[in-house]
């Protein structure tokens, strides 16, 4: 009963370096979502991909590029990093049903940009 | 476009006491709306949910919220506050299909006080 999993839980960074975020789900969920979280600002959409095979940038994805690998996993790039991008990821999931169930989420990735 | 306003960034109450905590939304169709709860270190998980059925939503942990269409508002009660209810909570809203894409509101900070 796993859910949505995400990989790593915490990553120090080099400013410039690369690295990619991993998120898995089996729930059979047809979208898949990246969010980033910053203190007083909520959650905001960086990229989301509405059924395999499909992406699409939501409201902040300058800097990241996202890839649908297959229905279960969706993985977040940060070609060079940069220390704006220190915020708390989160992946989350969603049903074809979306307004039934809302989205389950993953446990979070914790990323410093030194 | 939609979005969504939480009215107070902290709310303090005593232990025993009710909570309110406000959201109020703006959508151009018929939305879905969320509340969500996050404790400190953790994911998110959901509160309840506001899908075109019951005005009056009952969720987890004695939490409920009435949607106001008139008011374009969602706001997040409990009659009884618990030490263990101190966290952050998220009003969303959500607009079916373009991607099902969750707004999220910046977040009310609760303290329970003894």
């Known amino acids: 009963n796993a859910g949505v999993t995400q990989t790593p839980k915490f990553q120090v960074l080099k400013t410039g370096q690369s690295m990619t975020l991993q998120c898995a789900q089996d729930?059979?969920?047809?979208?898949m979502y990246w969010y980033r979280q910053d203190p007083g600002m909520g959650l905001r959409l960086i990229y989301y991909?509405?059924?395999?095979?499909?992406?699409d940038k939501g409201e902040v994805p300058n800097g990241y590029n996202v890839s649908r690998l297959n229905k279960r996993e969706f993985s977040l790039r940060l070609e060079s990093a940069a220390p704006s991008q220190t915020s708390v990821y989160f992946c989350?999931?969603?049903?074809?049903?979306?307004?039934?169930?809302?989205?389950?989420f993953g446990s979070g990735t914790r990323l410093t940009v030194v | 476009a939609q979005s969504v306003t939480q009215l107070d960034s902290h709310v303090s109450v005593s232990e025993g006491t009710p909570v309110l905590l406000r959201c109020n939304y703006s959508?151009?169709?018929?939305?879905?709306l969320f509340w969500y709860v996050q404790h400190p270190n953790k994911g998110l998980q959901l509160l309840l949910k506001?899908?075109?059925?019951?005005?009056l939503v009952k969720g987890i942990n004695g939490f409920e919220a009435e949607f106001k269409k008139s008011e374009t508002s969602f706001h997040l009660t409990k009659p009884s506050a618990h030490m263990s209810d101190a966290a952050e909570y998220f009003c969303?809203?959500?607009?079916?299909?373009?991607?099902?894409?969750?707004?999220f509101g910046t977040g009310t900070q609760l303290k329970v006080e003894l």
């Open positions: 989350a999931s969603l049903p074809r049903e979306a307004a039934y169930y809302g989205y389950t």
């Open positions: 969303v809203v959500s607009l079916t299909g373009g991607g099902n894409k969750l707004t």
């Open positions: 729930m059979n969920h047809n979208s």
């Open positions: 959508s151009s169709y018929s939305p879905s």
């Open positions: 506001y899908t075109s059925a019951a005005t």
């Open positions: 991909s509405a059924s395999e095979g499909t992406t």
